[in-house]
């Protein structure tokens, strides 16, 4: 299996980084674009074909009924995520994993890590965790980010130049398209999603080929058709959540990493707000859509306010649904969860006003979900007000 590199979207980002006005920043893009990637793409490629040479179990080793948890960002999917990763059988991507896709690099990182620990005093494990707080610090009261913490699997596609996170540098939403990969012509989406596939059959040989992987990703919301044409055991858990609170509070996070990057133009901030709020629409709706065409294929929906207040019994219905028993040990860590458990609240509130969000249109474009998911009980009691004192002006 050959390494998978999106040209097309490299020499898009190229001309992209050309129009950004900060020299500084435009000499730092191009750095990475033209140099850094490079090279780790090249090294991977063949880091990558020495896979099936060095490592000839990985011929054997099979992709069986993958669980993906989908939804839309900020809906629950990274706590889903951390309770059912308790369960021993499945195997996850670590961030470092994602961006060292190969075995061969997963290998050779594990021999420095031994290196480190027996030889070395941990002495590179303390400049990592230095590393990880200065590159992660920033974001972290908003979404924990680690090396060695389970990550979105479209990370594997950055050194790629196929995946959404470049968005979080380039705030083009109009021009890049990360997203609709349904939509793209089916030679094109399984050469993607091949390359995929081969990456997740090099993490089951790691972790065990027994396991059965898992995957949480919101932005494969727009994928589900591509992933059950690769995967046609897959199993689906998508998450629901009110859209007031998960819109603005991914809005929020975007906005943040673009204004920690400076510079960038309030114009093309707002532009990509208003295409990432039409992308959220697509969130909701697009995968049950896709599942509707395909009866045959299992999947769990989960709604946000169980999960934070019942994640025990969240969890047992999801299993339930997927065909899955609870061994023993995994009851026992969800029991300990539900003993812990108290009603979330999240710190933060965002108002829809703030991202030129308009509450009727949402209502309208959402509204099956509305009415399935009883959101409007979720509208605080100061919001009621201001509805009733807008009705009494109209």
């Known amino acids: 299996m050959l390494y998978y590199f999106d040209f097309t979207v490299w020499f898009k980002l190229l001309r992209l980084v050309g129009q950004e006005p900060n020299s500084r920043r435009r000499r730092g893009l191009y750095k990475l674009l033209l140099l850094h990637v490079p090279l780790r793409a ?8 020495l896979d099936g040479i060095l490592f000839p179990g990985l011929w054997r080793t099979r992709v069986k009924t993958p669980v993906f948890i989908i939804g839309h960002a900020r809906s629950g999917t990274t ?65 924990k980010m680690g090396l060695t913490i389970p990550e979105e699997d479209d990370l594997l596609y950055f050194n790629s130049c196929a995946s959404g ?18 939509q793209r012509p089916a030679a094109s989406r399984r050469r993607m999603m091949k390359f995929y596939k081969e990456c997740v059959r090099r993490q089951l040989y ?39 609170e998960t819109i603005p509070s991914l809005l929020k996070l975007l906005n943040v990493g673009w204004k920690l990057q400076g510079n960038l133009s309030e114009d093309r901030i707002r532009q990509s707000n208003q295409v990432m709020t039409g992308l959220s629409y697509e969130s909701y709706l697009h995968p ?3 599942l509707e065409r395909h009866p045959e294929t299992p999947r769990a929906v989960i709604d946000y306010r169980r999960l934070t207040t019942d994640p025990k019994g969240t969890i047992e219905d999801v299993y339930r649904d997927l065909g899955l028993d609870i061994t023993p040990a995994f009851a026992s860590f969800l029991e300990a969860e539900a003993a812990r458990t108290r009603k979330h609240e999240t710190e933060h509130r965002y108002s829809l006003a703030e991202f030129g969000l308009d509450d009727a249109e949402i209502r309208a474009r959402l509204a099956p979900l509305f009415e399935q998911f009883h959101w409007d009980e979720d509208v605080p009691a100061a919001q009621h007000k201001d509805k009733e004192k807008e009705l009494a002006h109209a």
């Not at 090249?42 to 074909?49: E, G, L, N, P």
């Not at 670590?94 to 005093?121: C, F, M, N, T």
């Not at 470049?166 to 349904?182: A, C, N, Q, R, V």
């Not at 059950?228 to 959540?241: G, H, N, Q, S, T």
Request: proline content about 5%; aromatic content about 14%; some cysteine.
């Open 165 to 182: 996170f470049w968005l979080t540098k380039l705030p083009y939403m109009s021009e890049l398209d990360f997203f609709h990969i349904d």
């Open 206 to 244: 790691l972790n065990g080929s027994d396991r059965i992987h898992l995957s949480k990703n919101p932005t494969y919301c727009g994928r589900v058709e591509s992933l059950i044409e690769a995967f046609p055991d897959a199993r689906f858990v998508i998450l629901y959540r009110n859209p007031h």
């Open 42 to 49: 090249a090294f991977t490629a063949v880091c990558f074909f």
């Open 288 to 290: 049950l859509a896709v």
């Open 79 to 143: 706590l889903a995520h951390r309770l059912m990763d308790a369960d021993e059988r499945f195997s996850t991507f670590k961030y470092y994993e994602l961006l060292l896709p190969s075995l061969l690099q997963k290998k050779l990182v594990r021999l420095a890590a031994w290196i480190d620990a027996h030889l070395l005093g941990r002495a590179l494990e303390r400049r990592l965790q230095a590393w990880e707080k200065r590159k992660f610090g920033p974001m972290q009261h908003i979404h």
